[in-house]
């Protein structure tokens, strides 16, 4: 009997389908896309159903998740002091004269001038980047963002599935993201080192060749404990090359638009965070098991030339302060 009810009900009205599907999935899909073949059933069934569902708390996750950012930036916010050259620059020289005397060190010169006026120069800024032939020096930077922000993460978001293609079990695969991120971290440290002796080009130029071979090499079937290996020295040299560009632009950058400068190449690079996912996805679908990886590794090729081709006498601009510490001059 209660077959045969449904049966026809389901005959003079396709819509309670909808009605049972919006009962069932509500708490989980609220936005569900109506069916084209019965778009009154399907607002009918969103109406009397979704009021008759149980209210439900939000989820505990983004709220955790997000804490320790909001918590990072508070007390960097009240603890942080702020760059001496910069309040210079800005022509806030009593603040600047109260936290020299603050922290015991010399307050840097003002030099008369240096203050741009507010509201009416607002792209003098920008514009600087491009003045005096340094529009070359900032278009590689830009470059080797675009490519350097592709490449982490494009490997970052399909590093598992890449690594499932190429014959890897699911557990191992979500292994080699943790990996990966631990040799970042270690990245980081070492690469910061390097950088203060020998200069963010010339790092981020062997970092980004090193990356390069790297996820290269993870296109070949290796033992398991060597491929571990291998994603840790990749996320060593990945993350942190990145952070040789942001270097790099710091320090050959002025005092009053260095914050834009460094601003303006993170920017760029960030068409680079959003094309390299949606490359990652296309070459997956390809079926093939090495073509991701080599594409990627290709744009690691592309970031260490431009990267390196800031480093050269005809491209790169020492200031004054790249003269007083080394790894501007190194830079």
């Not at 960097?76 to 600047?96: C, H, I, M, N, V």
């Not at 003098?124 to 963002?145: E, H």
């Not at 996820?215 to 993350?239: C, D, E, I, K, Q």
Request: with cysteine.
């Amino acid at each position: 009997m209660f077959l045969r009810l449904l049966t026809k009900a389901l005959t003079l009205n396709p819509g309670v389908l909808n009605v049972i599907g919006t009962f069932g999935s509500a708490a989980n899909a609220p936005h569900r896309p109506a069916p084209a073949e019965a778009p009154s059933g399907t607002e009918l069934s969103r109406t009397r159903g979704i009021p008759r569902c149980p209210p439900q708390p939000p989820p505990p996750g983004p709220a955790t998740a997000g804490s320790p950012c909001w918590s990072s930036v508070c007390a960097g916010w009240s603890y942080l002091p702020e760059s001496l050259t910069f309040l210079q620059a800005k022509g806030r020289t009593d603040e600047a004269r109260a936290l020299a005397d603050r922290y015991g060190v010399k307050a840097p010169d003002a030099t008369p001038g240096e203050r741009r006026p507010a509201g009416t120069e607002r792209w003098s800024a920008v514009a600087a980047l491009f003045r005096g032939g340094l529009w070359v020096q900032t278009l590689f930077f830009w470059l080797a963002s675009f490519g350097g922000l592709l490449l982490v993460y494009g490997v970052s978001q399909w590093l598992p599935s890449m690594m499932r293609a190429a014959g890897y079990d699911l557990g191992s695969s979500l292994g080699f993201v943790i990996v990966i991120n631990l040799g970042g971290i270690v990245g980081m440290l070492i690469g910061g080192r390097l950088t203060d002796r020998f200069g963010g080009a010339r790092i981020g130029a062997i970092w980004f060749g090193a990356t390069a071979v790297g996820v290269y090499l993870l296109s070949v079937h290796m033992p398991l404990a060597v491929t571990y290996l291998v994603v840790f020295l990749t996320g060593l040299f990945l993350f942190s090359a990145q952070a040789m560009i942001y270097a790099t632009v710091a320090a050959r950058s002025d005092d009053d638009n260095r914050a834009t400068a460094v601003g303006w190449t993170s920017g760029m690079g960030r068409f680079g965070a959003v094309f390299g996912p949606w490359l990652g996805g296309q070459l997956l679908a390809t079926g093939s098991t090495t073509t991701g990886f080599t594409v990627f590794a290709a744009a690691g090729v592309f970031s260490l030339i431009f990267i390196g081709l800031t480093g050269l006498p005809a491209v790169k601009r020492p200031t004054g302060r790249d003269a007083a510490h080394p790894v501007s001059a190194a830079s």
